[in-house]
């Protein structure tokens, strides 16, 4: 078996989802049809850009080669925002949406982070006709982006879905790679939906690493409807940055276990 978290095994994860027969959705366009979903058997594929754009791109590349759209969320910050990356995806047929964090950016000022998240959604409009957005969520933040829209709609912004908000995650499985492993939502603070896990854990849908997955998918073992989330940075072959990102994960993992259990 070839190592994880690998452009190789990428690959390998996507050649099983079209063996297995799942049809390949971006967000917008589950939001568009999911009335007529219902014995669909698909994956909603989401890749949350925070870092390394340039890994977003390879795997975009890897996508486009299968003929597979996915949804990519840009955050504003230098180390996401790369418009030239961001253009040479959305060329690719892929979907573009806001990966926002405007609370925290505003410090929890509401007025503020609404103006904010109105004027960077028209800046990522200049790319794609951007119809979804996408919390990030900043472990290190005291704000959570989400809170914005107690006091605001999100659709007033021209905006059909969020994931947290607009899926439902009850029929719909929720696979993520927070924490560079697919078992993260133990150490992950925000990335998860808390409320179905306890159940999908008593029904043995705990995976851990990405060959498990295969091996689920491969058995027939994995729920027929998906959302599965990547983080591209994690997605590399470059051995120096593989074995960076595998160690500085490992770091982050005690730290936000330990902030988990405190709260």
């Known amino acids: 078996m070839s190592k ?26 589950y939001c568009m049809e999911k009335e007529s979903l219902n014995d669909v058997k698909f994956v909603i594929l989401r ?51 806001y990966h926002y964090e405007d609370m925290t950016i505003c410090e929890g000022d509401v007025e503020k982070a609404i103006g904010h998240f109105e004027k960077q ?31 605001f709609d999100y659709h007033n912004f021209g905006i059909i879905g969020e ?16 924490g560079r492993r697919w078992d993260g939502f133990n150490v992950s603070l925000r990335d998860k939906v808390p409320i179905y896990q306890d159940e999908w854990v008593r029904q043995g849908l705990v995976f851990h690493s990405t060959d498990d997955v295969v091996d689920a998918i491969e058995n027939e073992e994995l729920p027929k409807q998906l959302m599965m989330t990547t983080h591209p940075q994690r997605w590399t072959d470059q051995v120096v940055e593989w074995l960076k990102e595998k160690t500085m994960q490992s770091t982050k993992n005690m730290v936000k276990g330990f902030m988990v259990r405190l709260n």
């Open 4 to 29: 994880d978290f690998t452009l190789e095994k990428y690959a390998e994860l996507l050649q099983s989802l079209k063996k297995g027969g799942y049809r390949f959705l971006t967000f917008e366009q």
């Open 47 to 97: 890749h949350d850009v925070d870092l390394k754009a340039d890994n977003s791109l390879a795997t975009a590349k890897i996508e486009h080669s299968f003929g597979i759209n996915a949804s990519y969320y840009f955050r504003v910050v230098e180390q996401s925002n790369k418009p030239g990356i961001i253009r040479e995806i959305a060329e690719m047929g892929h979907e573009i949406g």
């Open 121 to 151: 959604l028209g800046y990522f409009r200049q790319f794609y006709p951007v119809k979804t957005i996408c919390m990030h969520g900043a472990p290190r933040s005291k704000f959570d982006g989400r809170d914005l829209w107690k006091r």
């Open 163 to 178: 994931p947290y908000f607009d899926v439902d995650f009850s029929r719909v499985f929720y696979l993520t790679d927070t």
